[in-house]
T-cell receptor, first 111, second 115 residues
Framework: GQQVMQIPQYQHVQEGEDFTTYCNSS?????IQWYKQRPGGHPVFLIQ?????EVKKQKRLTFQFGEAKKNSSLHITATQTTDVGTYFCAARSSNTGKLIFGQGTTLQVKP | DSGVTQTPKHLITATGQRVTLRCSPR?????VYWYQQSLDQGLQFLIQ???????AKGNILERFSAQQFPDLHSELNLSSLELGDSALYFCASSVAAGAGANVLTFGAGSRLTVL
């Protein structure tokens, strides 16, 4: 079945450093979504990418969808302690319709 | 408040028991999803319903079952509970099902502890 691989699993950064998480699929994706889960919280939708090569920005967060629509990345510039949490990518299988989440990248930010 | 309501928030029970988790989707959402999140684990897709019908099935154990009622609320039934079933169970809802671009709105989760 379709799998979505996300790396790294954990990332510790000093406040002010940049952070990137990557999401890869073996199959072409129709779209990809990103969610953030704060410690003790529930996943919250951040953004959806649909077009090949699409780049979207939300303040210090930059989301990219690969040209082949098989990979995506989330980059945070100058991390802050409020960025702490687990970031998940999610993709829907065109065959089964299931929305599959990557394993997530847990970000820790040291003040 | 996301608009997705899950009850109970916490549940402690013993092995071999049966529990029911309840979810009320956001107003206007027809599709309900159930996910399991164990400690330090990702979100494991269990099952999806759309307007009362099962739409997609993930790695849901035979001891687990779910349904969506005419008023669109959903229940996840977990039986013959084992220690390994201890996890956070999330319900999420979306406007429409299918291969389109559907954004999930998650509830706060139900934390199940099996002793």
């Amino acid at each position: 079945g379709q799998q979505v691989m996300q790396i790294p699993q954990y990332q510790h950064v000093q406040e002010g450093e940049d952070f990137t998480t990557y999401c890869n699929s073996s199959t072409t994706l129709s779209n990809i979504q990103w969610y953030k889960q704060r410690p003790g919280g529930h996943p919250v939708f951040l953004i959806q990418l649909v077009k090949s090569g699409e780049v979207k920005k939300q303040k210090r967060l930059t989301f990219q969808f690969g040209e082949a629509k098989k990979n995506s990345s989330l980059h945070i510039t100058a991390t802050q302690t409020t960025d702490v949490g687990t970031y998940f990518c999610a993709a829907r299988s065109s065959n089964t319709g299931k929305l599959i989440f990557g394993q997530g990248t847990t970000l820790q930010v040291k003040p | 408040d996301s608009g997705v309501t899950q009850t109970p928030k916490h549940l402690i029970t013993a092995t071999g028991q049966r529990v029911t988790l309840r979810c009320s989707p956001r107003s206007g959402d027809l599709s309900v999803y159930w996910y399991q999140q164990s400690l330090d684990q990702g979100l494991q897709f269990l099952i999806q319903y759309y307007n009362g019908e099962e739409r997609a099935k993930g790695n849901i154990l035979e001891r687990f079952s779910a349904q969506q009622f005419p008023d669109l609320h959903s229940e996840l039934n977990l039986s013959s509970l084992e220690l390994g079933d201890s996890a956070l169970y999330f319900c999420a809802s979306s406007v429409a099902a299918g291969a389109g671009a559907n954004v999930l709105t998650f509830g706060a989760g139900s934390r199940l502890t099996v002793l």
